[in-house]
């Protein structure tokens, strides 16, 4: 039997749009009965920058009987669930350099536009032609009813620095429209539970005000009462509304953000831990099921003081291959990030899925990427893509080498596991032979 | 109010008749028609459709019989064209006995005070002052803003690709951001071609409420804040492929300059060259253009260079402007009331509560200069929230209510923003801050306070206000008319002002002007905009003047015009000629009555409207009442009549008896304008015919006025009574919003008479409306 991927597809299987969808679902004796409802998928997409220690990030061994390299042995747990794709490049040329390009073409798999952003080499840039995979996929995910959440997709970062430029912007609404990733995780708790705080507090005044309107009720004249009472009425209505809303919210509990941690380099663990909790609350109570996760910005200097390494990541990432204490640093660089990956991972494992089957995990694929292959050669060959989760119904616990394929096939693959069986995406060029073979 | 006039209808019928009760009920149509009294007609012939006591009835006439002719004008119109629905009309007689009835029972405006006293009911904050008001009592935590008297920006050039304190080479104000230096800088010996930035700095004034869109054109490089010295609301610091035009909108409340400031940079950005390749000037964009504007789309405008006279080279502190967008107020009695009440209205000030209380919490430290996460400021934290419920309340909190608004608060919270939060909530949603007449005791000077400051400002008492309440010193009238002075030039003021005249000219709301453009091929969009800023030129040119005369906005013989404007009107100017006043059409032109911007909003897309112009000139600006028409007609299209001009053809179809009634006022005084055309262009021929402007007015004394084109008109608006009042009764309701006759059955004619002997002038006529409504208010038990 042929699988549908969502109910789209099923749809367009059997010769119908979607234009007749509400049609076609006041008819229960057709078509879903006795069908399970299409599962609910999602998407997170985890940077990090300056690339990766070769020696210590690929498996030697592809398929599935590989072992975990030290940047990757966080992943240890999870190495069933995990997808290792080797040999997929970033072939996007053009003006800006490695870096810029790195991250501006990233997700997006299409050329910068010529600006007045100067790198380190090559011409000046600005921002990305077209429109990133993840917006790519938000956008075809809100498109129906059927997956349409609050947000559609939701921008984590974490320390990214306050400057709008190629470096700091990972997604893009479309060209030109880069988006930037809200990195405090205060402002994020605000954007997502805000509103159900604000009703709290409501709540909490409304005793007060009506006691408020008793005592003027009675210093006005009779006329001017009459006013009043209908006013009273209104906010006795508003505490019906608030009642209301609190039971439709019942089953999701707002998360407890630990207050005061202040952006600051050190602080970095404990804003990513944040970040990443309130990330699976949101995927928890379906706001979104796209995200992105930015840790810092394309030629990032963070220093990781909490693992021992005191100079900035940047810097070190120009040190050349025969500077051991440099190769040592970077990889345990690279195994915080991939820690920050097995934990986001962690908690979606140990996060059932609401009304459905298995953990949130079963149902999200992460793919943790970067700029550059390699920091101290700048190359966009052997980006690192390492995808862990059950979202798209990719064969998992592999390692795969595709020895050189344009990345632009990842990024389609992606939309086709959502069912967005796009032709195209960013350069065409790069586009032969459609979505990568070998994942499902 | 029937049982009074029962009462007297018997007794003179018994004296007139002298004959027995019972027959008087049973054959009202005695012998002698002569002894019938008015009330007598009335209820006899006109009662049917217009109800026992004139208040209409559903069936046939649901209007209450109300208005301001005169009892000979009413005679004459009832002896001829009532009633409507028979051929056989009233008799002379007759008429003449019904009419001084109705006009003394329940017709003129005498009776209807009479009958039906006005009084000052409580109502809310309108929109307008809502929004007004939180802005305010947040900006209260603020320094406060000197709009000065210097125009334009701030500015600084500099020999570096970002603005650079040490690398500033040229400071100086520019009037305005259009510049277009080609291939070259500013200033070639100081600044380099390929690598120089600029920072403009100051305030924008906003003339109106409504969301501006600021545009910014350039080939380069290019960040502008409005209103936010942090976030900009045009981020284009990445040139970034080929757009020039960079646009952001933002909702700004009228009367208030924002902070702005503009960063330019023509250079490129990111990794700096290295020093080797400094030496070789690594030439960025060298044949690049480079050019800057600085322009905004205001409401009702299309987009323009914004204007030094717009521009402050102070740099004004944020303004929090509610983004909330509640439902408009009532304006079905001719001004915003707040006298009801809706759950969308509801819902909004809720909304609006909350996005005041997100906002505090985020601008906390700001705004208290507390620390909300640190134990020992909860005093600070304290105070503040009482300071922030006396603003929004009007008057000082009372030990319980310090209690009750703030300290409970501070108990229940989990932590301080918390707390502070939950105060602004509650204080917002109170009825304390939502309704204007709730106040403390009757003779309360922080009543009087809020009054003052809602009548000129439409808005809270400030600090100074509030403060001489405190100290007892707004007592008298002299002390009150004091602090009104000192009001009155704040740009809050001028903008209620500017407001108030664009409403009486009928201009507030969004107008689209556009004209046929086959007949009026050149009156375009941006000449539209054109007229309305000439317009508006015109009204500040009043309003700055400290005469402020009321004959000036009449008679005044200039115009402002502009290039664009000159070439459509025939005047004489270059076309690039930016706008200048102009002694335009002398001979045929005076005053606003006769600003092209009226006559063309006054007129339709392809003719001019005699009945528009007309209905504009009796109501609004003679003030007289005019009922809708009795029925609907199109009026007919100029092109089945092709031998008749517009007059002829407007006087053809409102021949009727029916129509009559109203058009014998509305004709004569709409045909004076006809020497203007739909776009309000001098004309002397209509379809090769000599234009006639002559016209009439039958004054509410009984005379009649004669004139001969807009000229008479505005030489006799200048100067009538009637007129002024119609005036006085606008402005009081625009700045007070409550019936003027709450305030007294003479209050009008005493302040028209108070108008008059202060030489017309405006602004102390402000000041005699605002004062005499801070009388203590007598709604209260």
């Given at each position: 039997m042929t699988t549908y991927a969502s109910r789209r597809e099923f749809l367009k299987g059997l010769g119908l749009s979607t234009a007749s969808l509400p049609f076609v679902l006041n008819l229960p004796s057709f078509a879903y009965a006795g069908e399970a409802p299409a599962r609910r998928q999602r998407l997170i997409v985890m940077f990090s920058p300056n690339g990766v220690i070769p020696k210590n990030f690929w498996p030697d061994v592809v398929g599935n009987e590989f072992v975990l390299k030290e940047s990757l042995k966080p992943l240890e747990p999870l190495q069933k669930q995990t997808l290792i794709l080797r040999g997929l490049s970033d072939?996007?040329?053009?003006?800006?350099?490695?870096?810029?390009?790195?991250?501006?073409?990233?997700?997006?798999?299409?050329?910068?536009?010529?600006?007045?952003?100067?790198?380190?080499?090559?011409?000046?840039?600005?921002?990305?032609?077209?429109?990133?995979?993840?917006?790519?996929?938000?956008?075809?995910?809100?498109?129906?009813?059927?997956?349409?959440?609050?947000?559609?997709s939701l921008e984590f970062g974490v320390m990214v620095p306050e400057r709008a430029d190629t470096w700091t912007r990972l997604s893009y609404a479309g060209p030109n429209k880069p988006l930037a990733p809200i990195d405090d995780p205060y402002q994020m708790f605000a954007k997502l539970y805000g509103r159900q705080k604000d009703q709290e507090n409501l709540r909490s005044v409304l005793d007060a005000l009506q006691e408020d309107f008793k005592k003027l009720e009675s210093v006005v004249s009779a006329q001017d009462r009459q006013l009043l009472e209908e006013h009273t009425t209104f906010v006795r209505e508003l505490e019906q509304e608030l009642k209301a809303s609190d039971a439709r919210s019942a089953d999701h509990a707002v998360p407890q953000l630990e207050p005061g941690i202040k952006e600051t380099n050190d602080n970095m663990p404990r804003l990513s831990q944040l970040q990443i909790e309130l990330l699976v609350s949101s995927f928890a109570a379906d706001f979104a099921r796209v995200a992105t996760l930015q840790f810092t910005n394309s030629v990032s200097d963070a220093r990781m003081r909490w693992i021992g390494v005191d100079d900035g990541h940047h810097h070190l990432s120009h040190e050349p291959d025969t500077n051991e204490a440099a190769q040592e640093q970077l990889t345990r660089i690279n195994k915080w990030y991939c820690e920050q990956l097995a934990f986001l991972a962690k908690r979606l494992a140990d996060t059932p899925e609401p009304g459905g089957q298995g953990s949130l995990l079963d149902h999200t694929l992460i793919v943790w990427t970067n700029e550059l292959g390699k920091g101290n050669s700048h190359t966009l060959e052997n980006i690192p893509f390492v995808l862990v989760g059950g979202g798209l119904n990719f064969r998992m616990g592999r390692s795969l080498d595709f020895k050189g394929v344009p990345h632009n096939r990842l990024l389609l693959a992606l939309a086709h596991g959502f069912g967005h069986h796009l032709q195209k995406f960013g350069n065409p060029d790069y586009c032969g032979d459609g979505p990568l073979n070998d994942l499902t | 109010m029937l049982r009074p006039h029962h009462h007297r209808r018997f007794r003179i019928y018994r004296l007139a008749a002298g004959c027995a009760f019972f027959v008087v009920l049973s054959i009202p149509r005695i012998s002698a028609r002569g002894e019938l009294t008015g009330e007598q007609v009335f209820r006899d012939q006109c009662a049917r459709c217009h109800g026992n006591s004139g208040e209409g009835t559903k069936e046939n006439y649901p209007d209450p019989l109300a208005g301001d002719k005169s009892v000979a004008q009413l005679t004459k119109y009832i002896h001829e064209s009532m009633p409507d629905d028979a051929d056989e009309k009233c008799s002379a007689d007759d008429a003449a006995k019904v009419a001084p009835y109705i006009y003394d029972a329940f017709y003129s405006a005498d009776a209807r005070i009479r009958n039906k006293p006005a009084r000052v009911e409580l109502s809310r904050l309108t929109v307008r002052q809502h929004e007004n008001a939180i802005a305010d009592i947040i900006g209260s935590f603020r320094p406060a803003i000197e709009w000065g008297t210097e125009r334009g920006l701030h500015a600084e050039y500099f020999n570096s690709r970002e603005p650079r304190g040490d690398a500033r080479k040229i400071e100086r104000t520019d009037a305005e951001v259009r510049f277009d230096w080609g291939q070259s800088s500013p200033d070639p010996e100081k600044l380099d071609a390929q690598e120089f930035s600029v920072k403009w700095q100051g305030s924008v004034l906003a003339p109106d409420t409504g969301t501006y869109e600021f545009i910014v054109r350039t080939e380069h490089a290019v960040r502008l804040y409005v209103?936010?010295?942090?976030?900009?609301?045009?981020?284009?610091?990445?040139?970034?492929?080929?757009?020039?035009?960079?646009?952001?909108?933002?909702?700004?409340?009228?009367?208030?300059?924002?902070?702005?400031?503009?960063?330019?940079?023509?250079?490129?950005?990111?990794?700096?060259?290295?020093?080797?390749?400094?030496?070789?000037?690594?030439?960025?964009?060298?044949?690049?253009?480079?050019?800057?504007?600085?322009?905004?789309?205001?409401?009702?405008?299309?987009?323009?260079?914004?204007?030094?006279?717009?521009?402050?080279?102070?740099?004004?502190?944020?303004?929090?402007?509610?983004?909330?967008?509640?439902?408009?107020?009532?304006?079905?009695?001719?001004?915003?009331?707040?006298?009801?009440?809706?759950?969308?209205?509801?819902?909004?000030?809720?909304?609006?509560?909350?996005?005041?209380?997100?906002?505090?919490?985020?601008?906390?430290?700001?705004?208290?200069?507390?620390?909300?996460?640190?134990?020992?400021?909860?005093?600070?934290?304290?105070?503040?929230?009482?300071?922030?419920a006396e603003q929004a309340f009007r008057r000082p909190l009372s030990d319980d209510q310090v209690q009750f608004f703030v300290n409970h608060q501070f108990e229940a919270a989990p932590d301080f923003a918390t707390a502070v939060k939950r105060v602004v909530l509650l204080v917002l949603k109170s009825p304390r801050f939502l309704y204007r007449e709730i106040g403390g005791t009757p003779g309360d000077q922080f009543d009087s306070a809020a009054r003052l400051s809602f009548g000129l400002w439409d808005s809270v008492p400030d600090r100074e206000l509030m403060s001489v309440a405190q100290k007892g010193e707004l007592a008298t009238r002299e002390q009150i008319v004091s602090q009104l002075q000192r009001m009155l030039p704040d740009l809050r003021t001028r903008s209620k002002l500017r407001e108030f005249l664009l409403i009486w000219l009928k201009a507030s709301q969004p107008k689209d002007l556009s004209k046929d453009p086959k007949v009026f091929p050149d009156f375009t969009a941006d000449v539209a905009s054109d007229l309305r800023t000439s317009l508006e030129l015109s009204l500040d040119d009043v309003l700055d003047n400290p005469s402020a005369d009321f004959r000036q906005l009449m008679l005044s013989d200039s115009f402002w015009l502009n290039g664009r404007l000159a070439h459509v009107y025939g005047a004489k100017l270059p076309a690039d000629a930016p706008f200048q006043k102009v002694n335009f059409e002398p001979d045929q032109r005076a005053g606003v009555l006769s600003h092209p911007y009226l006559l063309a909003s006054l007129a339709y897309n392809d003719t001019s409207s005699p009945i528009h112009r007309g209905v504009f000139l009796t109501r609004s600006v003679m003030g007289r009442v005019l009922r809708p028409p009795a029925t609907a007609a199109a009026p007919t299209p100029a092109a089945l009549n092709v031998s008749l001009n517009t007059r002829e053809r407007v006087a053809l179809q409102t021949q009727p008896e029916a129509c009559q009634g109203c058009h014998a006022m509305i004709n004569p005084l709409g045909f004076t304008m006809e020497h203007f055309d739909a776009i309000g262009r001098f004309r002397d021929v209509e379809r090769n015919r000599p234009v006639d402007s002559t016209g009439s007015y039958l004054t509410q004394s009984g005379q009649v006025e004669k004139f001969n084109g807009l000229k008479d008109v505005a030489a006799f608006v200048a100067a009538s009574d009637e007129s002024q009042t119609a005036f006085v009764k606008q402005l009081f309701h625009h700045a007070i919003k409550q019936p003027i006759f709450a305030f007294g059955p003479n209050e009008l004619r005493d302040l028209q008479q108070r108008f008059a002997k202060n030489d017309l002038n405006i602004h102390k006529l402000l000041i005699e409306i605002v004062a005499d409504s801070a009388r203590p208010a007598d709604h209260r038990q």
């Open positions: 072939k996007i040329r053009g003006d800006g350099d490695n870096h810029m390009r790195g991250i501006g073409c990233l997700l997006t798999g299409i050329e910068l536009f010529p600006g007045n952003i100067q790198g380190g080499s090559d011409t000046p840039a600005g921002w990305s032609k077209g429109i990133s995979i993840d917006q790519e996929i938000k956008n075809y995910l809100q498109a129906s009813a059927t997956t349409r959440t609050r947000f559609g | 209103n936010n010295p942090d976030v900009p609301l045009i981020d284009a610091w990445v040139q970034s492929g080929s757009d020039t035009e960079q646009r952001g909108e933002l909702r700004l409340l009228g009367g208030r300059p924002y902070a702005l400031r503009l960063e330019f940079s023509r250079a490129k950005l990111g990794v700096k060259d290295k020093e080797k390749a400094k030496q070789k000037k690594a030439e960025f964009r060298p044949n690049a253009h480079t050019s800057v504007s600085l322009e905004w789309k205001r409401p009702n405008h299309t987009p323009e260079v914004i204007t030094a006279r717009f521009l402050s080279t102070n740099v004004a502190p944020p303004l929090f402007v509610l983004q909330t967008r509640f439902p408009p107020d009532d304006r079905s009695v001719g001004y915003e009331r707040g006298t009801a009440i809706s759950k969308a209205w509801d819902d909004a000030t809720t909304e609006a509560a909350i996005e005041t209380a997100g906002y505090v919490a985020e601008h906390l430290k700001e705004l208290s200069g507390a620390n909300p996460n640190k134990p020992a400021d909860e005093p600070i934290l304290r105070k503040f929230c009482t300071l922030f």
